[in-house]
C-alpha cells in the first residue's frame, strides 16, 4: 500500500459527460501528479500541482482539468468524454516538487460507453 | 516524441534465470531514472532508482546498469522468482526542472516455474 488513495476505483459513464477523479496524497507529501495510463499511449504525464498550485503540465486535453485544495488532496475534471478517454488515470504524490519519490495510487479505471 | 524507449516489450525467463529489460533515453538533461513495477490491477510501485553520478546500483535482486556516454540504462533481475511476473517501466525524469516522470513503454516479464 503505498499511502495515495484514489476514488472512485471504477467509473463507467457515456460519452459527452463529466466525471471527477479524486485523489489523497502520502501524509506530508505536498506534489501531486496525474498520469494517463492507455494501451496505445502508455503511461502519460498530465498536470502536477505542488502545494496548491500548478507546477507542470504535460499532454493534458483542454476538455480536462485540475486542482489540488487546501488540504493537499487533488480532483482531475474530465468533460465531454470521448470513447478515447477510456484508460487508467492514476495519481501520484512526492514531498516535493522537484525531487524524491513518486509514489503511485492504485488509479481509477475509466470507460466511456 | 518518444523520449525513453524500452526493449523488449515481453520477456519470458525460467524460474532462476536473469532478466534484463533495456532503455534509452534522448534527452541529456534527464537526472533521475526510476523502474516501476506493476502488477494487474495495481499502480506502478517504485523498484529502484539511479541517477548518473553512479554506473550500478544493486538492491537485493534487482540491479540498474546506467551508461551516461551511451544514454542507455538497464536493469537486470538475479534469481527470477515467478513472483517477480509483472509489467517493468523505466522512467527519467528533470529533477532540476520539476520531477515529472517521461515512462518507456513497458515491459511485460513472465517467470515460468
Known amino acids: 500500500d503505498s499511502g495515495v488513495t484514489q476514488t472512485p476505483k471504477h467509473l463507467i459513464t457515456a460519452t459527452g459527460q463529466r466525471v471527477t477523479l479524486r485523489c489523497s496524497p502520502r501524509s506530508g507529501d505536498l506534489s501531486v501528479y496525474w498520469y494517463q495510463q492507455s494501451l496505445d499511449q502508455g503511461l502519460q504525464f498530465l498536470i502536477q500541482?505542488?502545494?496548491?498550485?500548478?507546477?507542470a503540465k504535460g499532454n493534458i486535453l483542454e476538455r480536462f482539468s485540475a486542482q489540488q485544495f487546501p488540504d493537499l488532496h487533488s480532483e482531475l475534471n474530465l468533460s465531454s468524454l470521448e470513447l478515447g478517454d477510456s484508460a487508467l488515470y492514476f495519481c501520484a504524490s512526492s514531498v516535493s516538487s522537484r525531487v524524491g519519490t513518486q509514489y503511485f495510487g492504485p488509479g481509477t479505471r475509466l470507460t466511456v460507453l | 516524441q518518444q523520449q525513453v524507449k524500452q526493449s523488449p516489450q515481453s520477456l519470458i525467463v525460467q524460474k532462476g534465470g536473469i532478466s534484463i529489460i533495456n532503455c534509452a533515453y534522448e534527452n541529456t538533461a534527464f537526472d533521475y531514472f526510476p523502474w516501476y513495477q506493476q502488477f494487474p490491477g495495481k499502480g506502478p510501485a517504485l523498484l529502484i532508482a539511479?541517477?548518473?553520478?553512479?554506473s550500478e546500483k544493486k538492491e537485493g535482486r534487482f540491479t540498474i546498469s546506467f551508461n551516461k556516454s551511451a544514454k542507455q540504462f538497464s536493469l537486470h533481475i538475479m534469481d527470477s522468482q515467478p513472483g517477480d511476473s509483472a509489467t517493468y517501466f523505466c522512467a527519467a525524469s528533470k529533477e532540476t526542472s520539476g520531477s515529472r516522470l517521461t515512462f518507456g513503454e513497458g515491459t511485460q516479464l513472465t517467470v515460468n516455474p
Open positions: 500541482y505542488y502545494n496548491g498550485e500548478e507546477r
Open positions: 539511479i541517477r548518473p553520478d553512479v
